[in-house]
């Protein structure tokens, strides 16, 4: 089955570099999956290079999202030219606007896939931010035939309160590769004078961005 991945880009986000890891993980096992990547923010990232050397390609919107109806229009001429028999679209609520280009084409599944219980939408009046949550929410709901989240909280929290649908509604975890964590061999005291820290200062290791929904403060 061939599938476009709808994605920002393809930067260093945990996102794609998971995407980008699965599909090396299956080309390894011969799987031979047939992914391909749409950036909508229309910029070139740095695992471009991994997911081509994986057997990918990388399509660039030619417009923003900005440019709302070129936008649309020229994504549903990829999925309409590509041929695609699923639509996996990454990007929360936004992915209504993904969905919206799909519609009335002979795509078999289409997939919303939620990272993040942000609930983000890109705009700065917060009446128009209501608005659109609300409407991006129902689109989704209405279009997907799965929606994926990547945890019970993030899942629960786009669904708004709406019970889950067996079936369509599920929970995925991300996987990680723990070998190269295994044996790193790392000196303590070494690493602690290369940061300038006291020697007898605890470490705690944070595993996510700096921001507000991820909560450091409280790791602090």
């Not at 081509?52 to 660039?60: N, P």
């Not at 705009?123 to 931010?129: E, G, I, V």
């Not at 061999?185 to 004078?193: A, V």
Request: charge should be positive; glycine fraction near 6%.
């Amino acid at each position: 089955m061939k599938v476009l991945h709808v994605v920002e880009n393809l930067n260093r986000g945990a996102v794609e570099n998971w995407l980008v890891r699965m599909l090396e993980h299956a080309r390894m096992r011969e799987m031979e999956p047939q992914w391909n990547f749409y950036c909508a923010l229309g910029e070139a990232g740095r695992l471009d290079e991994a997911a081509q050397s994986a057997g990918a390609e990388v399509i660039y919107s030619p417009c923003s999202l900005d440019e709302k109806i070129d936008f649309v229009r020229a994504l549903r001429r990829t999925i309409s030219n590509g041929s695609y028999d699923i639509l996996h679209c990454h990007h929360d609520l936004i992915s209504a606007v993904y969905l919206a280009a799909s519609a009335g084409l002979p795509v078999r599944r289409r997939i919303v896939h939620i990272h993040n219980a942000d609930e983000a939408v890109p705009t700065p009046n917060r009446f128009k931010q209501h608005l659109y949550r609300e409407s991006l929410r129902r689109v989704c709901l209405s279009m997907a035939d799965k929606v994926v989240g990547i945890s019970n909280h993030t899942l629960d929290t786009f669904l708004a309160g709406r019970p889950r649908k067996i079936g369509r509604d599920v929970v995925h975890y991300y996987g990680l590769d723990t070998l190269p964590f295994e044996a790193p061999g790392l000196d303590r005291r070494q690493f602690r004078r290369e940061l300038s820290l006291p020697e007898d200062a605890p470490i705690l290791l944070f595993a996510g961005r700096i921001v507000p929904e991820k909560n450091p403060l409280f790791a602090k």
